[in-house]
């Protein structure tokens, strides 16, 4: 087993089995490569790092991302005091299903700012997000819309100042085929679920993703996307 170190840009190209790579500029801390591929981990948690290219886009706008130290990194520039959601989504796979992500999110403790999941009905352009957020105080919460830029109202929201303080967050949503679920973990191995509703309420969701927000006049918002799993 061979050690070295460098910039994701310069993962070696022909590793032995067992070689262990140290990242020096990236979200993720170590590469292992096990055979055939390099496994990901970030705070001695195994991940798998999303594809940019498997999600679409919704109401981009200004929007851009960039995965040059690893993950999907998402910018989101202010755009006034209005609400701007912006959205990558991608199909839902058939249920029941369950999608896991962990997103570094960086945001203002100010009003408003969101990050994280979401469950979308393509046909009328509705969303239902699984999310952290911050309005008034920081919060996990579970919020209807009508469109990216029209709120409908919260399902749930959960007050807590230390989870908004959390540099890296788990999100789990999931379909069982009679209701969608919602959970939350600060550590990617223990959830807890906080929301469920019957799977039709609201929206049939067709596609699965994830989002980032602003409704703040002096400043936009940013997130990485590090682990996306889906099936």
Not at 109 to 116: C, E, P, Q
Not at 171 to 186: A, L, M, Q
Request: hydrophobic share 40%; charged share 10%; net charge neutral.
């Amino acid at each position: 087993m061979g050690i070295t170190s460098g910039t994701y840009a310069n993962i070696p190209g022909a590793p032995a089995t067992g070689d262990l790579y140290l990242l020096t500029d990236s979200f993720y801390t170590a590469l292992y490569y096990n055979g055939a591929s390099w496994d990901h981990f970030i705070h001695g948690k195994k991940v798998i790092p999303p594809v940019s290219g498997d999600f679409s886009w919704i109401n981009q706008g200004t929007a851009t991302i960039s995965t040059v130290n690893g993950g999907v990194h998402l910018n989101v520039p202010t755009v006034g005091a209005t609400t701007n959601t912006v959205l990558l989504v991608k199909a839902a796979p058939s249920t029941p299903y369950t999608v896991t992500a962990a997103i570094i999110t960086t945001m203002l403790g100010a009003n408003y700012f969101n990050s994280g999941l979401c469950f979308r009905g393509s046909a009328s352009g509705k969303f239902v997000t699984a999310m952290l957020a911050f309005s008034t105080s920081g919060s996990i919460m579970c919020t209807k819309y009508n469109s990216p830029t029209s709120n409908a109202g919260d399902y749930v929201k959960l007050m807590s100042e230390q989870i908004a303080g959390a540099q890296l967050l788990w999100f789990r949503i999931e379909d069982d085929g009679t209701n969608r679920n919602s959970y939350y973990s600060c550590d990617g191995i223990n959830f807890m679920q906080y929301h469920s509703v019957a799977r039709a309420d609201f929206i049939t969701a067709d596609q699965i993703g994830w989002l980032l927000a602003t409704n703040n006049a002096t400043s936009g918002v940013k997130s990485t996307l590090v682990h996306w799993s889906a099936a």
